[in-house]
Every structure is written in C-alpha cells, then in structure tokens.
C-alpha cells in the first residue's frame, strides 16, 4: 500500500513507475476521486466547527439548528465513507514500485542473469524425467490423484513420500541451526484481511481457494504460500527496535488454482494446486531491507549447494516481478530432462509496502515507523524433488541419495 499523500504529490512519478510495472495508472480518474472524497471530509469538518460553536451557546433555538446539523453531518460522513471506499480500491490494486537498480521490462526476458553455480553433469545415457523415474520405482502416482482430486494433485508413495519429508526436515533444520530462523507451526486458512496485509486480495483473489463456511459472513482462505500467516504475525503491532530483525521459518502445505496456467506445465509436479513450501520471512528496519534480501537469498543457495544441484540466480525485471516486490532474485535449479533452469524460489524485499497493508511499526528512539518485510521460499519442496531426483539418477533408474540426506533416509544410499 501506498502513502496517499505521498501518491498525490508525486503523481507522474507513479505513473511512470507503474508503468513499468504494467500498469496503466489514471492519474484523472484518481484525482476526481480524490477531489470528492477530500470535499466531504472539508464540508463535514465544517459543519462540526458549527455545530460544536452551537453548543457552547445556552439559546434554546440551538438546539432544533443542531439537531438539523447532526443530520446533515450524517449525510455527508455516509457519502464520504462511499468515497473513501474508492479511494482504498484505487489504492489496495496499486502494485510496490520497484527499485532504481531493477531491470525495467514487460515480462522475464528482460530478467537479468546474476551467476550460475554448479557443474552440469554429462550423462551418459538418456535421462529421464522425474515422471519417468517416479513411475518406475512406483513413487509418483498421477492416477489415483486424479481420482481423488482432479488434475494437477499428486500421490507420493513409500521412499518417495519418505523423501518429500527427508527434503522439508533437512531444510527446516538448516534454516533454524545454520541461520538462526524461529520455526513456526501457522494456521492453514486465514482471514481476508490477512489476505490483504500481503497482497493476495483484492487484486488475485481468483487465484485463490476460499472456504464457505455455514452462517458466517467471514471470508476465509486456504494459504497459498506461507508467507501469508509468517508475515502476518506481526500485524497490527509496534515492535521494539531492539527485537529487530525477526526472521521466521515454516513448512506448509500451499494451496494455488493456478488460474493464469492454463495450459502450463500440466505434465508432472512442476505447477499443482497443492504442494509442500519451506518458507523464509524477515521482519526489519527499512534500510536493512537489501541486506536482509542478500542474507535470505544465500539461506535458500546454502540448500542447493548443500545437495549439489546446479543452479542460476536471475534478478527479475519489473514486469516479472510479484505485486508486492520491490527487488526481487529467482533462484532456478537445473533440469536435465528439459535441459534447463526452472524457479525454485523467489527471494522478495517488499520494503513497507505490505507493513503498511497490515498496520505493523516499529519503535525507536526517533519515533515510529513501519517495519520493512522480505519473503523467500527456502525452497520450494515439489521442485527440489524434481532437480534431485533427474539430477541423482543413474542409468537403472535409481536415484543416488545424497551423503547429506542420509541420516533423514534411514541411512539409505539409493531409491
């Protein structure tokens, strides 16, 4: 969310910077908005003056004169919330502007390539995907989830069910051992206006999975990333300087319709409409928001490297950017059976776009201000499964477990 006033003293600034985010802003439409909703604030303010002078009168023909202003005040406050309510969806569907060292772009080929990491391996045979191997060893089942849930869910079964939770406990325990992170255990489904602290509604709410409860008027969602509820448990707070950064941990399963996919990767797990996510979240002062992004995105490189996948890391444009970014670094592991680099995280400063969304400050000894919020996935379990699994094969169809893994696989050297 942006600062209202700051929005309308610097109007074609934004409009250039929304711009280039793809987003055409009607600086006229705004400002007619505006202008009303700022006359029923004047006109009512005005009429208080009045009426409060009024009352400090003992004239008993006052009172009739006030009782017509408390009526007119009325009027005009209900027609000003009306405004208001204008005012606030203009702003609630306005992205974060991006950074002045981001690439400006329409969409990811103006991403600009930061490094790649790791040597790719030449196989000696024909490699095959993570479908193949997972139908070979009777892992992943298509199926039977098709029968329970439709397109785009998968069944992971015996070894291959046991290395989606060998992945997530050897992340998690990276993340809390190596980089200090607080482990969390977050709700699944939250309210609308967690929702909105980060983002997801109103402006992408058809891409999300709500929740029809009997006789209640609450609207509730099964979270789509954990980044949600992890960033949200700070809302409408003021934190002590002194306890900043907060840095949180969680893995959750993460529930998305995809409704812009159609057509994508509708072959193995690469896009599901639910799937397991370590998730990083810092809480900090503004000015260290780049530091923290650098720090976070190395906890999430740390993983990959540990596992020995090769990777690149791409610093995205501002076309590709998420609605509430302000700089923003992909991480992409290899994928010998399409023979290229696919996202398993996104690694976000959102600066006090979203503090401002949710209500969160800080305080010191200069006062209060809102807090700065990053989010990274630490990584994305399905994908990373993917990389290892086509990555770790060998020319049987059995997938070599990494050294590090071990001690998560009952000591297993091979599925």
Not at 22 to 37: S, Y
Not at 163 to 187: C, G, Q
Not at 288 to 303: G, K, P, V, Y
Not at 360 to 380: C, E, H, P, Q, R
Request: charged share 30%; with cysteine; hydrophobic share 35%.
């Amino acid at each position: 969310m942006h600062n209202l006033k700051d929005l309308r003293k610097n109007l074609t600034t934004y409009k250039k910077k929304f711009k280039d985010r793809n987003l055409d802003f009607d600086i006229d439409d705004f400002n007619n908005v505006d202008k009303i909703n700022r006359e029923f604030i004047s006109a009512k303010e005005l009429l208080e003056q009045e009426k409060k002078f009024l009352s400090k009168s003992k004239d008993p023909a006052n009172f009739e004169k006030s009782k017509i202003l408390t009526k007119k005040i009325d009027e005009i406050s209900l027609r000003q919330i009306e405004s208001q309510k204008k005012i606030d969806l203009i702003l609630s569907h306005l992205p974060n502007i991006a950074i002045d060292n981001v690439p400006i772009g329409k969409d990811d080929k103006s991403n600009k390539l930061i490094k790649k990491v790791g040597s790719i391996k030449n196989f000696s045979f024909d490699v095959k995907s993570h479908v193949d191997l997972g139908i070979k060893n009777k892992g992943i089942d298509f199926d039977v989830s098709i029968k329970l849930s439709g397109a785009r869910f998968v069944v992971l079964r015996d070894k291959f069910a046991m290395l989606e939770r060998a992945l997530i406990n050897f992340m998690i325990d990276t993340h809390i051992n190596e980089f200090e992170y607080t482990e969390i255990s977050p709700p699944l489904i939250v309210n609308e206006d967690v929702m909105f602290g980060t983002g997801q509604l109103p402006k992408f709410q058809d891409d999300q999975f709500e929740i029809k409860f009997d006789n209640s008027e609450e609207r509730k969602f099964l979270i789509p990333t954990a980044e949600v509820v992890l960033t949200n448990l700070v809302r409408k707070s003021i934190l002590d300087v002194n306890i900043l950064p907060q840095r949180y941990v969680a893995s959750t399963p993460c529930f998305r319709k995809e409704a812009g996919s159609y057509g994508k990767d509708t072959k193995g797990m690469i896009r599901q409409h639910q799937f397991y996510k370590v998730e990083l979240v810092s809480i900090v002062e503004p000015k260290n928001c780049l530091i923290e992004l650098d720090r976070m995105l190395n906890c999430a490189e740390q993983i990959l490297k540990k596992l020995d996948i090769p990777y690149q890391v791409m610093l995205l444009s501002t076309g590709d950017m998420g609605f509430s970014s302000e700089k923003t670094f992909d991480i992409e592991a290899w994928v010998p059976s399409e023979n290229k680099y696919r996202e398993i995280s996104s690694c976000s400063s959102c600066g006090s776009f979203q503090a401002r969304r949710m209500g969160t400050k800080y305080k010191n000894s200069n006062g209060t201000d809102f807090v700065g919020t990053l989010n990274g996935s630490g990584l994305a379990v399905g994908r990373l499964m993917i990389a290892l699994l086509e990555n770790n094969q060998n020319e049987d169809g059995s997938i070599t477990i990494p050294s590090i893994l071990k001690k998560y696989m009952n000591n297993l050297d091979k599925i």
